[in-house]
């Protein structure tokens, strides 16, 4: 299949706040030349299914390749005397592509289980070099992958599994924790895993069914590690996972709950 889409030049509400501290003010801008993104996406997929007994099972693989034509790209000023530095949204020259492959399984070997996953290999790069001399896109992992699993012993008791696995990744940093904070350093991120579980059990009550549930989520605690503090931390130095290990429950009240 093919597929052509547009990207407008814009400013994100984010970029106007979360890279601001006492060491840097950043103001973002657009260049005045600049013109909208455009991309041309590729993908190729085969699928098998098959039903044996009760059991029923599924792949997918997909490969997909997305040409991206005058692609967004930031330009960083030097900061002055104020730590105040300038981002320019530019269009890269020499244009970028984004290709991979995605395999997909699913699985149900019975009635009351399920089992689906799924995993990404892709490459992110500019034509040419950019930002520390480095061609990657930045926080784009080149691997990454999920799971999910479900399985009800009983007709209202529900087990369920989920994971999220996210690759290495480029992660930009300017902060105190380097010798030279103005010129900022290229980072690599560890792997992350994130698994969680959750039990829930539905109880009858006139006509209505009320669900008990708790479950945890990041069991692995697999969450960064070296956030920066300080007033002059790097508040744009965030990766991986959105929260560390939490347990959670709760009570949900409807006429029809899965």
Known sequence: SYAKGYRAPQIFDEDLHVETSMARRVIHQN????????????????????????AVASVLVE????????????????????????????????????????????????????????FTAQKSQYEDVHEFGEK??????????????????????????????????????????????EEGELRTSKQFFDLGVKISY????????????VGAKNIFNSYQSDFDIGAERDPGYMYGPNQPRAIYFGIRIGNHLK
Not at 31 to 54: C, R, V
Not at 153 to 178: D, E, F, H, N, R
Not at 203 to 213: C, D, E, K, P, V
């Open 31 to 54: 260049d005045p030349d600049l013109i909208q993104e455009t991309s041309h996406s590729l993908m190729a997929s085969a699928a098998y299914n098959h039903t044996f007994g009760d």
């Open 63 to 118: 490969g997909f390749y997305t040409i991206l034509q005058n692609p967004f790209a930031n330009e960083f000023g030097e900061p002055d005397v104020d730590g105040e530095v300038i981002y320019t949204r530019v269009n890269a020259e020499g244009g970028a592509g984004v290709k991979g492959v995605n395999l997909e399984l699913t699985f149900a070997p019975k009635q009351n289980l399920s089992f689906n996953a799924g």
């Open 136 to 181: 990657n896109f930045f926080r784009t992992p080149e691997n990454y992958g999920f799971f999910a699993a479900q399985v009800k012993p009983l007709k209202k008791l529900a087990l369920s599994a989920t994971g999220t696995y996210t690759g290495k990744m480029l992660v930009p940093y300017w902060g105190p924790a380097i010798d030279n904070p």
């Open 202 to 213: 539905d109880i009858r009550i006139n006509g209505a069914t009320m669900q008990l549930f």
